[in-house]
Structure formats: C-alpha cells, structure tokens
C-alpha cells in the first residue's frame, strides 16, 4: 500500500494534513478566542508574517475550516469558523491541557513580549462592575524591557494602548513582563504577585482590591492551579474560572 493511499484511509493522516504545521493550531485558538480580523488575528502571533499568515488562512478556507466574509465598503474581510472549525476547537483546548500536563517544563514565562502579552490579556478582561463607564490601567513593565501600555475597559469591550489614551490612568501597575506572565498563565494571582512585592498596584483602594475581577487569567490557568497547587482563597472569583469540556470551545477558551 502506498504512502497516498494509506494517507486517504487512516483519519490522523487526514486530520493531519489540516493542522500538521506550527502555525495552523496557533491560528484556530486566535479564530476560537474570538478574533475575526486579519491584522487582530497577527498581533496575536508574533513571528508569523503576514504573507504566511494569509497562506494558512487560504488553507483552512479550502479545507471548509475558515469562511471569509467581506464587508460591503470594507477592503478588508473577517475569517470566521465553520461548524467543522468549531469542532476543532476542542482539539485546540486538549491540546493545550496536554501541555500543561506533560510538557509543562518548557514553558518559559521570560519568553514573551510586554506588546504580545497586554493583547492576550485584554482578550480576557471581565467588563462587569465597572466603576465608571471607562476604567483605564497604565502597565508599566520594568523589566526586561521598560515600557508602559494602557488598557482601556469599557462596558462595550477592551483595547490596548501603545501610547498614552489622553485619558489619565485609574490605576498604575508595575512589574516585570514575566510578573505579569506568570499571573496570566495561572502560576501567581494578583494577590500572591502585590504580597510577594512582584506587582505593584497605585490607585484607589476599590480599584486594587477588584483589579483581578476585571483582569482574568488566561484559557489554562486552571490547569496551572491545580498542577502548581496556587491558592486561590483570597480571590474567589477565580473558582470557576476554568476550562469545561461540556462548553462549546470557544466559550471554555474565554470563560
């Protein structure tokens, strides 16, 4: 039997031959959390560039995974998932649980840049219980690289600043790019992160204390918990905050 014929028969081959590569599972879990626009789905994939980034998505069209959508007085289209796309966003979830689990030790949270980390945390932020109907929160890093972001919720969603809004902050947050990484990734919570003198929180009392409410951990945080033993009793918030198989895919990536 050959090598094409046996590929035609056995179902991995076939799966394989949609997301064997780096990028292709990167790209489903950008489309499963949400992203629909081309440039968001980039800033969420440092190192892939633009050029391959349109190649993958033209696969994934082809496989009947992606479906285009252009926009009426828009040169620009959204990439939205299919039903078969949905379905393979649970594959996307267990293979990120099977990271944690067994390859755990190559994980790097000094791996990551501030820019790419303040994007994939404003995908998480919780807009409930505002204060007022815009909360802004200046990230200073310190380290490796001194920069300041700005985030900005409103009741409507989050964005990211790489300069100043115009808006004075509600809060100031300090720390270094891989304090902030290990809170994302579920090793630390703000907390343990301002007991510990790793993060830095300036601003109203109301506004520290509810800091952690609005800025949630990332999509396997809860697996990093339970692996690392991190207590969470003094941020109750964070009991339910994990990833649900009986949930569409979507859903457990942004819950």
């Known amino acids: 039997m050959g090598v094409n014929d046996y590929g035609r028969y056995c179902p991995v081959a076939i799966g394989s031959t949609v997301l064997a590569d780096r990028w292709t599972p990167l790209i489903l879990r950008e489309l499963v959390i949400g992203s629909t626009r081309f440039n968001?789905?980039?800033?969420?994939?440092?190192?892939?560039?633009?050029?391959?980034?349109?190649?993958?998505?033209?696969?994934?069209?082809r496989h009947g995974i992606v479906t285009r959508w252009?926009?009426?007085?828009?040169?620009?289209?959204?990439?939205?998932?299919?039903?078969?796309?949905?379905?393979?966003?649970?594959?996307?979830?267990?293979?990120?649980r099977w990271a944690v689990q067994w390859q755990y030790e190559e994980i790097d949270v000094e791996d990551?840049?501030?820019?790419?980390?303040?994007?994939?945390?404003?995908?998480?932020?919780?807009?409930?219980?505002?204060?007022?109907?815009?909360?802004?929160?200046?990230?200073?890093?310190?380290?490796?690289?001194?920069?300041?972001?700005?985030?900005?919720?409103?009741?409507?969603?989050a964005s990211v600043c790489m300069r100043h809004p115009g808006y004075e902050p509600d809060a100031i947050v300090r720390g270094t790019t891989p304090s902030f990484a290990e809170i994302f990734l579920g090793e630390a919570t703000w907390t343990s992160a301002v007991k510990s003198g790793t993060v830095t929180i300036e601003g109203p009392a109301a506004v520290r204390r509810r800091l952690g409410q609005w800025f949630l951990p990332g999509p396997f945080s809860h697996d990093v918990r339970s692996l690392h033993a991190v207590d969470v009793a003094e941020e109750p918030h964070l009991a339910g905050h994990h990833l649900d198989s009986d949930r569409s895919s979507r859903a457990a990536l942004r819950s």
């Open 40 to 61: 968001d789905i980039a800033r969420g994939l440092p190192g892939l560039s633009r050029s391959l980034l349109s190649k993958r998505l033209r696969h994934l069209e």
């Open 70 to 96: 252009s926009a009426p007085g828009r040169s620009t289209s959204d990439y939205h998932l299919t039903p078969a796309g949905e379905g393979l966003g649970q594959v996307v979830v267990d293979l990120g």
């Open 112 to 157: 990551v840049e501030a820019t790419t980390l303040m994007w994939w945390m404003h995908r998480f932020v919780q807009v409930d219980g505002l204060p007022a109907p815009r909360l802004v929160i200046q990230f200073d890093h310190t380290a490796p690289e001194a920069v300041s972001i700005w985030i900005v919720i409103e009741e409507d969603g």
